[in-house]
Every structure is written in structure tokens, then in C-alpha cells.
């Protein structure tokens, strides 16, 4: 009897070994592709002060994060993040973006940030906002979809055009300040 049990087993081993096989293939997809879209994108400040290079690192970090989640897709595999006091072209920008090919055929992206453009120190939102442009660049790029940019622009407002329009009265619900103007009201 033991040796009926174990034909029957033998029987079975190819079958066995090719399901094993299938679910380590699948596994192992399944692995890489979660370790693709949690990848960190490697950030690098170049800036000596530390405690303003972590927190702008930090700042970069969390908007790629967000990023990738608003696209649905992974960034590049290779892609990096230098930010840089300025970058000079014929002109000073605020980002651009460098794809090349590695001497082993791969591709990568360096995407470039500057801290100053033309001697205008640019704040976190505007960084972030530059970041945003370069990637969402190359991940149309990536997919290979034809897009079309539609531009809306914003002429900026200055003293003479707010002329014509009637300052706004103080909030009426607004806590009355104390001192020799409390008493003064508003109609």
C-alpha cells in the first residue's frame, strides 16, 4: 500500500512543481512592482545650511509622494532630484529636466530645481510647483500618450487697474479693537 500512495504522489510532482512555479513568477512580479511604485526618489539639497536642506528635503519628498499618487503611475525608474542655488542656461530657470541614456542602455531623468532665479529667492510653494511641472512632464513622456497643453494665464493686477473698485468695508463682525478708537463705529 505505502508504495500505491506514493506513485500516485510522483504522478503529481510535475503538476506541483509548475503551480510552484507560477506562484513564485507571480510573487516575485507582484514584489517588484510594489517595490517600483514605493521607491524613494533619491533628493539631494545642495545647500550648506542643514536644518534648511532636511526640511526642504522633507518638503520634496512628500510632494513626489503626492505626485506619484495623483498620476496613477510610478515616476521613471531612474529618476533623481538635485535642487541647486541657481541654474545657469542663456538664462536662469527655476527647473529643468535632463533624460540620458546610461553607457549600458538604460535610461535615467535628473530633474534640476533652482533656489534663486534671477536673484529672487523662490519659497517651497514655488519649488514644489516647478517639481510638479518636471515630473508630470516626464510621466506623459514615459507613457507615450500624445498630450496638448492648454495654458491659462493670469495678467498680474497692479494699482492703477484697482482704481475703479470701492475698498471693502470692515467686517462688521470683526472684534472692535480697544483704546481711543473703540467707540467709533461703522455704518
Do not use: Y
Request: with cysteine; proline share 8%; glycine share 8%.
Amino acid at each position: 500500500m505505502p508504495r500505491h500512495h506514493r506513485n500516485r504522489f510522483v504522478r503529481r510532482m510535475p503538476c506541483l512543481r509548475a503551480i510552484r512555479t507560477q506562484v513564485t513568477k507571480t510573487t516575485r512580479q507582484f514584489w517588484h512592482a510594489i517595490r517600483r511604485w514605493r521607491r524613494a526618489v533619491p533628493v539631494e539639497v545642495l545647500i550648506a545650511d542643514v536644518a534648511r536642506r532636511r526640511a526642504l528635503e522633507r518638503e520634496l519628498r512628500r510632494g513626489l509622494r503626492r505626485l506619484q499618487h495623483a498620476l496613477g503611475a510610478p515616476l521613471p525608474d531612474d529618476l533623481a532630484v538635485v535642487v541647486q542655488q541657481v541654474i545657469k542656461t542663456d538664462r536662469q530657470l527655476a527647473g529643468c529636466c535632463q533624460i540620458g541614456q546610461r553607457p549600458a542602455g538604460g535610461r535615467f531623468a535628473l530633474v534640476r530645481l533652482a533656489l534663486q532665479v534671477n536673484g529672487r529667492r523662490l519659497g517651497t510653494d514655488e519649488l514644489l510647483a516647478a517639481l510638479a511641472e518636471q515630473c508630470i512632464g516626464l510621466a506623459l513622456r514615459e507613457c507615450g500618450s500624445p498630450s496638448v497643453l492648454v495654458p491659462v494665464e493670469l495678467e498680474p493686477v497692479g494699482p492703477a487697474e484697482l482704481g475703479h473698485l470701492r475698498p471693502l468695508r470692515p467686517d462688521p463682525l470683526a472684534p472692535r479693537p480697544n483704546g481711543s478708537g473703540a467707540g467709533k463705529r461703522v455704518a
